[in-house]
């Protein structure tokens, strides 16, 4: 079984873009979350979507959204982009329905300069 | 203000020995448990899930979970250079969100 896939794996943007990250959860699984993670910081959770519904939210600013397809692929947008965004973005997923376990794609580095 | 606590490290563990990593939380709500490895650079494994009070064991891994004491362990035995890295203690709230711990870093001295 394939595993959790995320596009791109690096970006570099300016301040001031927006950019747009994709994740394809494992075949099967409908509840896609998303991290994001930094050296100070750790593991800070976005958000989390199943069957294309949102359905946890973290405490990030409003440039921060996602969605979630039919077919359970997510994206997750941030726009005016900030120095402060310069993080590993992590999405996971899980069946949910059987099981709590999420697995990890191997993530999106996103620089801001 | 929901919170894991584990020890930031270094632990450093000469290799062939166990590791013991340990984790406290906060919300007494939790009911599913999660550790995972994360290797510098590299996204977070999932190690082993634990549901239950008591033991579960998984090849080298053991998980200890003690709900009352709000107390969740892994244990490394015969522990390997490649089993060097970070690792992640997860609870889940009751809100299905896993809560994250800052995580330990893991040394095995050859």
């Known amino acids: 079984k394939a595993g959790v896939t995320q596009t791109p794996r690096y970006l570099i943007k300016t301040r001031g873009q927006q950019v747009t990250l994709s994740c394809s959860p494992i075949s099967g699984h409908r509840s896609v979350s998303w991290y994001q993670q930094t050296p100070g910081q750790g593991l800070q959770f976005l958000f989390e979507?199943?069957?294309?519904?949102?359905?946890n939210k973290g405490n990030f600013p409003g440039r921060f959204s996602g969605r979630q397809f039919s077919n359970s692929r997510s994206e997750m947008n941030v726009s005016t982009l900030e120095l402060g965004d310069s993080a590993l973005y992590l999405c996971?997923?899980?069946?949910?329905?059987?099981?709590?376990?999420?697995?990890f794609g191997p993530g999106t580095r996103l620089t801001v300069t | 203000q929901k919170e894991v606590e584990q020890n930031s490290g270094p632990l450093s563990v000469p290799e062939g020995a166990i590791a013991s990593l340990n984790c406290t939380y906060s919300?007494?709500?939790?009911?599913?448990f999660f550790w995972y490895r994360q290797y510098s650079g590299k996204s977070p494994e999932l190690i082993m899930s634990i549901y239950s009070n008591g033991d579960k064991e998984d090849g080298r891994f053991t998980a200890q979970l003690n709900k009352a004491s709000q107390y969740v362990s892994l244990l490394i035995r015969d522990s390997q250079p490649s089993d060097s890295a970070t690792y992640l203690c997860?609870?889940?709230?009751?809100?299905?969100?896993?809560?994250w711990g800052a995580g330990t870093k893991l040394i095995i001295k050859p």
């Open positions: 979507y199943f069957s294309e519904t949102q359905r």
């Open positions: 919300d007494r709500g939790s009911q599913s």
């Open positions: 997860a609870p889940m709230d009751s809100n299905y969100q896993l809560i």
């Open positions: 996971a997923s899980s069946s949910w329905d059987r099981s709590y376990e999420q697995y």
